[in-house]
Structures are given as structure tokens and as C-alpha cells.
């Protein structure tokens, strides 16, 4: 069953505290990409990254550390410095091969600082 | 000016109307376009692409791309109140600019009403 896996579906976060999300897919993809959806907004780039053991900063990586040591994988580390953490954190994955760009979703994670 | 810009809704239309969601981008070189329909409180799940000027249809959706007016639009026949969701307009710069990067829209809300 492939698919993206995303974990855990709802966290808790004190202030100060860092947290990492995990992303995991099945479906062979190169690609794979961290958003951020605030409510009633659209999704933000945080890192992306083409191949294991490379990555790129998007639109709004400040307080965000990503590492890519396999392809199956792309955890995101939610710092003590990113100041307004509350969201929904997207992780999405695509292949690199071909003429078409097509990124897929994992279920999401909803991060809660209290 | 936004990136990509998306008529802000909320849209209301009956069962069974076609829904007519527009959607504009700024950067001439952008090369892929996609909508996605998100959920309350889900992940976006995509629903159409479109690479090349014209129509592009899909079951009861229809992708609607003009390069030269830099609008992409979404059609929905015969509304059901299952489409009620937010839509996602995205674009792909393309490879040698953003490194297959998508940018979104902020959405619009559509409800179809019974």
C-alpha cells in the first residue's frame, strides 16, 4: 500500500521546546517538501529537498531544520526559534523523472503550542 | 502583487450548477498548473493538471489554461454537495528557475448547497 505517511496526527508543543515531524514515503519519489497551512491561508514553502543528502531552504525556513539521509525520508524539527509554531505542517513527495511535476500529500500533522 | 491569486470566495452554488473557480499567476515562465481540493481539516488531494493551452477534462472537472492571459481556471459540472471543499490553484515555475517548486494560492471556498 504506497502511500505518505505522516506522524504524529496532532502534537503538543511547550514553549522552548523543539519537536521534529516525520515524513515518510513509499512510492520511490526523489522529491519531498515541508509546507505550512495557517487557517484560511494557502501552504508555504519551508524546505524542499531533490536528492538524499541535499536540501534547500523555501519561503519561510527561519526556526525550521530538516535532514534528508534517505529517500524514504524527510524529518522536519520545529525549533525553540521559530516564534509562532501553531500550524498545519504538509509534507508532499514527487517524482524528479519525466516531463510532469506532480506533488502528492501525506495526512498532515497539526502542531499546538501551548 | 500575489504570486498566484485565487477569486476569494466563499463561492456558493446549487446541486448540480457548474462552479467556476479562476485562478491568475504572475510569472510568464511558469510551465505546470495544478488543482488541488482540500477538506476541512484535511491534507490537499490534487484533482487536475495542466501543461499546454486549451481544455483539459476529467470526469466532471475541466482545467482551463491561457498562457498568454496567465489564468487557469477549474470547472465543476453538475455540483454535488461532495465538492464543498477549498480549492488550491498551484504553479511550477519549471526546473531552471525554482527547482520544481510550487506556488499556491491562498484557495476558495466552495459550498454546493442541496
Known amino acids: 500500500d504506497g502511500g505518505i505517511t505522516q506522524s504524529p496526527k496532532y502534537l503538543f508543543r511547550k514553549e522552548g521546546q523543539n519537536v521534529t515531524l516525520s515524513c515518510e514515503q513509499n512510492?520511490?519519489?526523489?522529491?519531498m517538501y515541508w509546507y505550512r497551512q495557517d487557517p484560511g491561508q494557502g501552504l508555504r514553502l519551508i524546505y524542499y529537498?531533490?536528492?538524499?543528502?541535499?536540501?534547500q531552504k523555501g519561503d519561510i525556513a527561519e526556526g525550521y531544520s530538516v535532514s534528508r539521509e534517505k529517500k524514504e525520508s524527510f524529518p522536519l524539527t520545529v525549533t525553540s526559534a521559530q516564534k509562532n509554531p501553531t500550524a498545519f505542517y504538509l509534507c508532499?513527495?514527487?517524482?524528479?523523472?519525466?516531463?510532469?511535476?506532480?506533488?502528492?500529500f501525506g495526512p498532515g500533522t497539526r502542531l499546538t503550542v501551548l | 502583487q500575489k504570486e498566484v491569486e485565487q477569486n476569494s470566495g466563499p463561492l456558493s452554488v446549487p446541486e448540480g450548477a457548474i462552479a467556476s473557480l479562476n485562478c491568475t499567476y504572475s510569472?510568464?515562465?511558469?510551465?505546470?498548473f495544478f488543482w488541488y481540493r482540500q477538506y476541512s481539516g484535511k491534507s490537499p488531494e490534487l484533482i487536475m493538471s495542466?501543461?499546454?493551452?486549451g481544455d483539459k477534462e476529467d470526469g466532471r472537472f475541466t482545467a482551463q489554461l491561457n498562457k498568454a492571459s496567465q489564468y487557469v481556471s477549474l470547472l465543476i459540472r453538475d455540483s454535488q454537495p461532495s465538492d464543498s471543499a477549498t480549492y488550491l490553484c498551484?504553479?511550477?515555475?519549471?526546473?531552471?528557475?525554482?527547482?520544481?517548486?510550487?506556488?499556491f494560492g491562498e484557495g476558495t471556498q466552495l459550498t454546493v448547497n442541496p
Open positions: 508532499a513527495s514527487r517524482m524528479t523523472s519525466g516531463a510532469y511535476n506532480e506533488q502528492f
Open positions: 495542466i501543461y499546454s493551452n
Open positions: 510569472d510568464r515562465g511558469s510551465q505546470s
Open positions: 529537498s531533490q536528492i538524499v543528502n541535499d536540501f
Open positions: 498551484a504553479v511550477n515555475k519549471g526546473r531552471e528557475t525554482s527547482g520544481s517548486r510550487l506556488t
Open positions: 512510492l520511490n519519489h526523489d522529491a
